[in-house]
């Protein structure tokens, strides 16, 4: 591979994320939230009554609900201290010459447009809370997929929205799904017809630019029967003094005989929470797979399901974390099977350096009518020293008796063999481990499309730079 | 070029003692051959050269062109000329043979990245020389490698390599005979003033195709006895049973 089709510059790697650019929002609500917020940033957006109303309820539910009462310590989360909403620009752009400079200039140094230009069919770039970018190619426009950002998606086909929003995660499913459905803004509204097939990626990257603001995409794709979609998503964030939220929710509908895939790299940086709620349904035949990367974020709590509602469906999980210094990756995957002969596969690995924490929780349910499931789960760890740690937190809940499981969990150090082998050849011991561990999420890094495959062996890289040499 | 010179070496593994004393001198563009005896000592010697942390020096030196190379790390060693043919290659999942030929390449070169085309048609060019199919380049690093195929991957690292000292530790062990020629050419090609070479083996029947300038006799963690290729052919008639009870007796 060549230089160019590398989208990060080399002189970009002492600072990794970026620096903040100063962009003015046109219009912000301040600190903190209040019914009051809500309604700003509902008459703002000029929505329709219904979204307001649903806003309000969740707002209100939200108030009631306790704090999350697993996993990591989310004591220091202030919500009272963030903005909830904020816009960047007033209009969205339709090409990249309308796009601001200072804007222009991030997304040109982590590279959207050059990866759009070579390798991607649609790109839609979030800057604060909506879109200021966005394009698809004429090819899949004319085949009427649907690309948007879900606010314009709101304006634009709004009985499609109003179908779909929230109906497969409610408000009432936690504290940081209500508090995304009272104060949404942006994310992705991606709609695939019955039998179209989007065959190239379909990419949309994401960054949060000011410093305490909370960003609550929501996300709803939906592929009709027998369609298929390749859906790429990949954010960044400045570093901060002060801490931000990221609580997003992601809605995916696969009908029968379609097919999803979902790939996420998460790069926050380390003071960000990143609390997400992302889940799919899988019809009859269907496939779904989450592809998913962690490798920034103070906190992640992030779980993918998939509800596997009909017969033959097949839901799959790929993920990798990697946790550093003061970080903590709690993430994991559910696979809910509600139907006979589904199938599904969870495959976590993960690299904890510097004091690192990855955990791995999940869910494998089989309700009485999952005849003949069938569940494969691995989790493969390294821990690079002793000061950092992993857990596997494994439910099974098994309603049918004839159905089967697979579970394997592995925690090792890198080789001192393999090593050995590699330096024989000349390459140092960071070299080697470095090699090593590419080799370890290979796996993963290998369902990538190319440039980010690149860029994610580049980010751990960097990542690790302390521990392995 | 590389002289390879060891004197008195003794080396013990987690307080046992193997090796007792190895004197060996290897000189510019030499191939010299070593056998012996299952458990003799043979890849001891050999992983002591190399560095392998599991073994420890007890006494004597390792001088390569005159300079010790004992307490050099094992990649220093490896930058200095020193190639190790292991008698079992590990696997290393994930890590395309072709990228870590060009990583270990990269190591070596000074600063001076090789080129990626450059190194793509070398690297085809002497897989095709060694009948390895264009396939593992792409696959994972020794990953479910049969044992033949494994030796002759790293036959193929020392071509790309190209080292001073080569030690090859049974190099010809599980391999039949149309890969035992393959194998035999890809180190009579390297063959030259510039290239020195210790071929460790238990049988005398890679010495058909790859004639050494000398042979040595390991026994008991000694070099009991040393000599031209006709050494060899007799130790195939006699077996090292006559060694075996010299050394007892000394
Ligand atoms: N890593 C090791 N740990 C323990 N014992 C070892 C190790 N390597 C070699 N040995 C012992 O040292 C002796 C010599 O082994 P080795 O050098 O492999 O012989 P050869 O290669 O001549 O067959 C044997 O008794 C063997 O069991
Ligand atoms: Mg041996």
Redesign the interface.
Known sequence: ??KEQIPLKENDVNNERGSMDKVEPVFSTGVGISEATIKEISKAKNEPEWMLDLRLKAYRKYLTMPMLDFGPDLSALNLDKIKYFQRATDHIARKWSDVPDTIKQTFERIGVPKAERQYLAGSSAQYESEAVYSNLKHDLESRGIIFMDTDSALRLHPDLVKEYFGKLISYSDNKFAALNTAVWSGGTFLYVPKGVHADVPIQSYFRINAGRTGQFERTLIIVDEGGSVNYVEGCTAPNYSEDSLHAAVVEVFVKKDAYCRYTTIQNWSTNVYSLETKRASAGENATMEWVDGNLGAKITMKYPSVYLVGRGATGTMLSIAAAGAGMHQDTGAKMIHMAPDTHSQIVSKSICHDGGRADYRGLIKYTKDAHHAHSHVECDTILMDKKSGSDTFPVNDIETSDGTIEHEARVSKV????L??????????S??TQ??I??????FTKQLPMEYAVELNRLIKFQMQGSIG | MADLEIKNLKVAVEDKTILNGVNLHIKDGEVHALMGPNGTGKSTLSETIMGNPRYTITDGQILLNGKDITKMSVDQRARAGVFLAMQYPREVAGVSNANFIHSAMNARSNGKPVPVLKFLQDLQHNMKFLDIPDEYADRGLNEDFSGGEKKRNEILQMMMLKPSMAILDEIDSGLDIDALKVVAKGINAMRSDKFSCLMVTHYQRLLNYVVPDFVHVMVDGKIVKDGGPELAKELEKTGYEGFEKEAEKG
């Open positions: 591979m060549t080789s001192e063999e393999q050995y082998y590699l330096e024989s050849r000349g390459l140092s011991e070299a080697a090699l090593i590419m080799g370890f999420l290979e796996p």
